[in-house]
């Protein structure tokens, strides 16, 4: 079987290539109003609507909160803009009058109203049990019902996303529809590295905008690490005389606002404090807490913190209580992995320390460590980890959250799963890993829950809560985190939100692979969601291949 | 011998993957006032001056004209801006007073005047054969000499690299130093391709100041291609139908912005209309032009431009003398790459075209389009080709330039230089292909000289003019062109002005390659030359790996 699928593909490349006659145009039109990511379930009629903004009101007939208002105004602003390159258009090409009236039958008329039934209270922050689950009818009169306020967010992103702009840009049209939409997966996030570069505020939000428009609800900010320390802490000031530069540091201020701006768009953001690995910029102020590393009596350098010392875990504890006072969400990532483990077994003094408790291997020390630390985050949050952490045998809490990265998943995950904790994967999920256009595909054709289908009993799969697209920051700065991201990340967002329902054929993790959308449909969508981002100021870049983008940014 | 480096290189790995200890701190620390590309001889001492952008001036003591004087105004404003980054810094840290006489013996004061000596009338355009060579001596009142305007922009150019950010960002400073620098190379190219993706034109105002800041001194502007024809021609109109939008076009008023801008900053801009292949979108207006192409009978599609009608040379001709009028470079690409000679085949009325003139293979009829194409040209310009068209054995006017871009580019550039014609290079200088961070390390130890090195005759290595770094347009936009270019080109504008002088070693084109500088030096300076570039609005991304560049943009 997988033998014919192979001979089909090579014989569907072969005939592609040698047709290789090119028209003219994008390769891959983008689609008019296509949500992404792909909604649940949803009805479309050839009936559509025109928008006039200035006529055009949002109504909130049930529970309201500020996350809502906040909302509203922010969605009233997009829509205004749409109108406003249509308009832009228009005086561009010095375009009189207008034929905005040549409609069909199935126009009709103008959208008058968007009433919002939002049944319950809205929750203070989101959450990873949160409910968004939403569902809208599009028609004159529309309506978006949800229980929660992260439904209403989400129904609200689906309903500005059905709009188009028609006729060679001169109206802004929108059909009949009925969507009844809820997510696959409770983790759909996003790691954003701050250590490697700084990244600014501005562009920090900018990042959260473009989560909101992909429906991704987990900023996993990996604040600090070895090659500096931005966090600025009020209980240890010194901490950041590690960061890059006293003007590269981020402030409580700052936090405030991220976590502020991150929960008005129904994303938690969730602080990574990464231990005992990756910890070299917490030596700048404090060497104590670092193990010396040893190569043939020579003393090489810092290495990981030192498990042995009480004020490692002093540090520790004091620096998460800070920190959690900082960011409310309930979960607390505390790293754990690529520990040198070596070079803790380099130190006679640590050499000595795990004799003295009976240890005979370096993971146990690991363990020590990891179990020391776990306890520290008392009632407050609960423990995600690096995959190390499970596999070098820690206890860890009922409900701890295993983050799975290696290229091993499949295995890794049953085994995790087996143990009794939860899953988020990205091992196929790493943004640092570039090629050339496309490569948002690889990432498209993955679903967690199937890898492991078949090797866990049904019921686990549940557990596997979602994943992470990582963009590690060696390589990405200000300059380009934006357009590295976007679209790429949007592939992992669909994934997450809408699953793909194919079969599992981990040895063929690529387009051929879609079932339900040809590659082609998938293509066009991303290419009309690209372009809806750098409308939306969100700098994505070309996901595909030649192709083009009326923004107004330009005239 | 081989064999041998190949070990030692092993080895160096090994050594440096075990010790993997990681500082805080960026991978490559900066260096201070290093010029990119690095001059062709400096020498530099301690003794150092301040400088105060409200005293110090820039004087004509020779021959001027409007080039050098925006030349002035535009470095004089950056040298205020190097200034206001470091005022805004101050009081971004809330710091009073300065400690900026805190110097040393090596302070000489503050730098009161750089004198500029043009001997000779300012030239019009640059041109192929321009003086670029300069010499600068920086004192309290400094001196550049130069016999050209050219060669003046050059040595403005260095002159502010030279200055740097000393004492935490409290002052500007400039160390005392005699330079004498001119390229290796005359053609320092980048190709920029406006047809798979439009790129507006501040955008390619944007990439001019970048290649100013890189001497680079050839835009080759790729400005039509299969997927749309941007380029808005008076004389035939309807060939911009297959602009991709009304929009995105380029007018004869864009045009003329973009060449006097380029001018003033001493780069040409190459205009290429690649025929007869890459002309999909010429057939939007003119379908007669291209040849049916067929498959088993069956008509598949417009494929290569049809070189037995006398209406296509019409069009070419015609639209050739408006180019030209466009662009007042003595040099004009006409492309000639990647031709389906199997379309042509396929078609019946060609082959019979083929056949009533004695021709036995599809190259005889590219030749003989080609043939047709270049006197089109007239006295007005000189062809450039593609590789192709030499490779097809098409007789060429002397002194025609060959653009050498596939994997086999030694043989073929012996072959060219044999027959008597010129190379620019560009095989290994496709910034398409990309990879992770440092990717510009593969480009940097290429020098086009060397790889033909002893196999030809010493006298005809100079024919090999220069090279061009390619940014075809796939996946690239106004989103991120500016990021992808910068400053991976950085490594070819060094390769092209500064030469190498390493040993020929065509297996080894790697980092370990270099030779007088060592890897870390050069990783250095270009982080350095990366944020320079920040500092100057253009958004190059980070060369190496971690880093950070204060701007004073974020705060």
Redesign the interface.
């Known amino acids: 079987m997988l033998r014919h699928v192979i001979l089909l593909f090579a014989v569907v490349v072969y005939l592609t290539e ?10 891959y039109p983008p689609t008019k109003g296509s949500i992404w990511p792909r909604p649940h379930q949803q009805t479309q009629t050839d009936s559509y609507y025109k928008l006039n903004p200035s006529t055009f009101v949002i109504t909130e007939k049930g529970k309201t909160c500020d996350i809502l208002k906040d909302a509203i105004d922010r969605y009233m602003k997009v829509l205004r803009n749409t109108y406003l390159i249509v308009e832009k ?1 228009s005086r ?2 010095s375009r009189h009058g207008s034929d905005a009236d040549n409609f069909d039958d199935n126009f009709k008329g103008t959208l008058q109203e968007l009433q919002i039934n939002l049944s319950a209270p809205c929750e203070t922050y989101p959450h990873l049990d949160m409910d968004e689950k939403y569902s809208l009818d599009v028609a004159k009169v529309s309506v978006l019902n949800s229980d929660s306020i992260w439904g209403v967010l989400r129904g609200l992103e689906s309903f500005v996303q059905l709009f188009y702009m028609a006729d060679g840009y001169k109206n802004v049209l929108i059909n009949a529809t009925q969507i009844q939409d809820f997510p696959k997966y409770t983790h759909r996030g996003l790691l954003v590295d701050t ?4 990244i ?3 562009t920090l939000l900018k990042t959260l905008d473009a989560m909101e428009m992909n429906k991704m609800n987990v900023l996993h900010w990996h604040i600090v690490d ?4 931005p966090y600025k802490s009020d209980m240890f000031p010194q901490l950041s005389d ?1 960061a ?5 540091v981020y402030t409580a201020v700052d936090i405030t606002q991220i976590v502020s701006y991150a929960r008005h768009r129904g994303i938690r953001v969730l602080p990574e404090f990464d231990v005992p690995g ?1 910890t ?2 917490w ?2 102020a404090y060497p104590n807490i670092l193990t010396k ?1 040893y ?1 043939l009596g020579r003393e ?4 990981p913190m030192d498990p042995t010392k009480n004020i490692t875990y002093k540090l520790i504890g004091d620096l998460i209580r800070e920190v959690q006072e900082r960011f409310p969400d309930k979960y607390f990532h505390v790293g754990g992995d690529e520990v ?1 483990l070596d ?1 803790w077994i380099s130190n006679s003094e640590i050499r000595d320390f795990m004799k003295d408790h009976n240890m005979t291997d370096a993971s146990e020390l690991h363990s020590y460590f990891m179990a020391n630390v776990i306890p520290l985050l008392g009632d407050r949050s609960k423990p995600i980890v690096w995959q190390e952490v499970f596999d070098e045998g820690v206890s860890l809490p009922s409900g701890t959250i295993v983050q799975v990265w290696k290229n091993t998943e499949a295995r890794e995950m049953q085994n995790i799963l087996s143990g009794g904790y939860k899953v988020i994967y990205s091992s196929s999920w790493y943004l ?7 490569d948002w595909a690889k990432y498209y054709g993955v679903d967690p829950r199937e890898i492991v289908k078949g090797s866990v009993p049904e019921d686990k799969e549940v557990d596997i809560l979602g994943g992470e697209a990582c963009m590690w ?8 985190i ?3 991201v976007w679209p790429r990340a949007s592939a992992v967002a669909e994934a997450l939100w809408s699953g793909h329902k194919y079969e599992t054929m981990p040895y063929l993790r690529h387009w051929y692979q879609f079932r339900e959308d040809s590659a082609h449909v998938v293509s066009s969508r991303l290419e009309e969601h690209a372009c809806r981002m ?1 409308r939306r100021g969100i ?4 996901p ?7 923004t107004g ?3």
Do not use: W
């Open positions: 040698s047709l290789s006659i090119v028209n003219p145009g994008p390769q258009y561009k090409l250590s490697r570069h700084y600014t505020v501005p070895d090659q500096s320390f590690a890059y530069d006293p003007t590269m990756h070299s910029s030596g700048v590393c190569s090489l350098g810092l290495g040198e070079c640092d890993h570039i090629n050339g256009g496309g920051g060696e390589v990405v700065d200000d300059t380009n934006i357009s590295r750098n700098e994505a870049q070309p595909n291949g030649p192709g083009f983008c009326v940014n330009y005239f």
